[in-house]
């Protein structure tokens, strides 16, 4: 490698960090299974970004490629780890940057490039001057997604700061500021400069406002867990089928479901998703591990509405599509 580990791992930082994201980066170990071509003069980063997982693969430096090549790695990549993958390059030129989006190949770049599909993820500085740039996104962050929830919930037509905002979403301010750029950009809020402040308020209200922010809203379930209820240190508000049975008439299921974001669930807890058809039903929870804090607007010991909807839209079952659409209609926004 031509830079440090050290180096990669404040590059990648560095790169969330700019567009308000936090992150954990760490060296992850080579797989074994793979081909000597594919972990040969290759290092490999363990990233965790808002709750989500992927791993990077920093190539050598100095190493020529294709977009079909990597397209084909990618794959064997992710099989290895079990989970999305995406390269980090410390140089890249814009036709390597366009073939590779072309391609739908994930990839970080310095100085501030992120290309992950698999999280709904596009951004890119452009340059206008020193002190202005733009952001694009096919979909919002976890981050993001937790602020326009409190501004829906918790402002609605009122006014707050980006430090009051940060401090009841418990995101830092430079997030809340990148955040609500981007609902501004989709004219999910406005923005007022009063001073030294920015004060952000709903553009819209209740119903209206979810309308247009439908197309940009994320599920908010990244892992589903089934444990014993036993194991359980702490009372999490009720999600999917069961949240859903709670306002509608549709009937309860045998294992209930919580949610809560991944800090708040021990990470010894034993899944037993494998084995749960040998157990009794009324011994198990299914856990939703969420990619953002549900507890902040739960209502009743249930999770918020519109999340609960986003995490159960693509259901197939008639009856559930049934029952959200009843829930949505009986909500008061």
């Avoid at 951004?123 to 694009?136: D, F, G, H, L, P």
Wanted: charged share 25%; with cysteine.
């Amino acid at each position: 490698m031509s830079f440090s580990i050290q180096k990669v791992i404040d590059s990648i930082k560095g790169i969330f960090e700019y567009f308000g994201f936090d992150s954990e980066v760490k060296q992850a170990q080579k797989p074994k299974e793979l081909p000597m071509y594919l972990t040969s003069n290759r290092d490999f980063f363990d990233v965790n970004i808002c709750g989500m997982n992927f791993t990077a693969i920093v190539p050598n430096n100095g190493e020529t490629f294709s977009a079909e090549a990597l397209s084909k790695q990618i794959e064997k990549y992710k099989q290895a780890f079990s989970q999305p993958t995406a390269f980090f390059f410390e140089n890249t030129t814009a036709i390597q940057q366009k073939a590779l989006i072309e391609n739908r190949i994930p990839f970080l770049a310095n100085p501030t490039i992120v290309f992950l599909p698999f999280l709904g993820i596009a951004m890119q500085q452009r340059r206008k001057s020193s002190s202005e740039y733009s952001i694009q996104k096919e979909k919002m962050s976890p981050q993001t997604q937790l602020l326009f929830l409190y501004m829906l919930y918790k402002v609605k037509d009122a006014y707050v700061s980006r430090t009051q905002a940060a401090q009841d979403c418990g995101l830092n301010v430079m997030a809340v500021s990148r955040s609500g750029k981007e609902l501004a950009s989709y004219g999910l809020i406005k923005q007022e400069e009063h001073g030294r402040s920015v004060l952000m308020t709903c553009a819209l209200n209740g119903k209206d406002l979810i309308q247009k922010a439908m197309s940009y809203l994320i599920s908010p379930v990244q892992k589903n867990i089934i444990v014993k209820k036993t194991d359980l240190k702490a009372n999490f508000p009720i999600a999917g089928e069961t949240a859903l049975s709670s306002m509608t008439m549709l009937g309860s299921p045998k294992i209930e479901t919580c949610a809560n974001a991944k800090k708040e669930i021990s990470p010894n807890i034993v899944d037993y998703t494998k084995d749960a058809r040998w157990l009794a039903p009324e011994t198990l929870t299914n856990v939703q591990i969420w990619k953002y804090n549900p507890t902040q607007f739960t209502k009743n010991g249930c999770v918020d509405p519109l999340s609960l909807y986003l995490s159960m839209k693509d259901s197939k079952d008639e009856r559930i599509q049934a029952c959200l659409d009843e829930m949505m209609e009986k909500t008061k926004w």
